[in-house]
T-cell receptor, first 112, second 113 residues
């Protein structure tokens, strides 16, 4: 099955700086890569996703890049703000598969 | 903030007892999922259901059972066979599988002593 590894497990950044989280996956057939954000005490919510037919996708301060050859994808958060403090999960699946494999999560802390 | 609900928020049980966690959605979603969340291990899939009266094992199904008799409901039973049942359990739903967004419930924290 699919195995998703996520790094780093914790990340502390100064407000206004950028944060980068990296994930690798094992199944070369995976072609859907979402990112979920879970704030403290709340449910995970989808923040951005990318499909294998594109290499990069951007939504305001958040961007995701995908390198299918190397089987890795990354989340980039620019101009970090206190509300970006949360646990971020990457995931991977095949478009036609119901099973979503999650990484272990990255706890991001934005220091004021 | 409706959509998908789980109850109760906290649940305490004695070892050896079965316990059932509730998950209900009013999003008219076909697919429903159960995940277990442990510190440092992300979200691990227990069971999922693509449609009513059908469900499949996920990666860590041992010691758990589910049913899907109604589209809106997907209860999870944690049996006494589950070796380490204390965890945070999340239910989710999606309109279809694959590349469709999964909407999560608020979770149930189960403590077994």
């Amino acid at each position: 099955g699919e195995n998703v590894e996520q790094h780093p497990s914790t990340l502390s950044v100064q407000e206004g700086d950028s944060a980068v989280i990296k994930c690798t996956y094992s199944d070369s057939a995976s072609n859907y890569f979402p990112w979920y954000k879970q704030e403290l005490g709340k449910r995970p919510q989808l923040i951005i996703d990318i499909r294998s037919n594109v290499g990069e996708k951007k939504d305001q301060r958040i961007a995701v890049t995908l390198n299918k050859t190397a089987k890795h994808f990354s989340l980039h958060i620019t101009e970090t703000q206190p509300e970006d403090s949360a646990v971020y999960f990457c995931a991977a699946s095949r478009v036609d598969d119901y099973k979503l494999s999650f990484g272990a999560g990255t706890t991001v802390t934005v220091r004021a | 903030d409706g959509g998908i609900t789980q109850s109760p928020k906290y649940l305490f049980r004695k070892e050896g007892q079965n316990v059932t966690l509730s998950c209900e959605q009013n999003l008219n979603h076909d697919a429903m999922y159960w995940y277990r969340q442990d510190p440092g291990q992300g979200l691990r899939l227990i069971y999922y259901s693509q449609i009513v009266n059908d469900f499949q094992k996920g990666d860590i199904a041992e010691g758990y059972s589910v049913s899907r008799e109604k589209k809106e409901s997907f209860p999870l039973t944690v049996t006494s066979a589950q070796k380490n049942p204390t965890a945070f359990y999340l239910c989710a739903s999606s309109s279809q599988g694959g590349s469709y967004e999964q909407y999560f419930g608020p979770g149930t924290r189960l403590t077994v002593t």
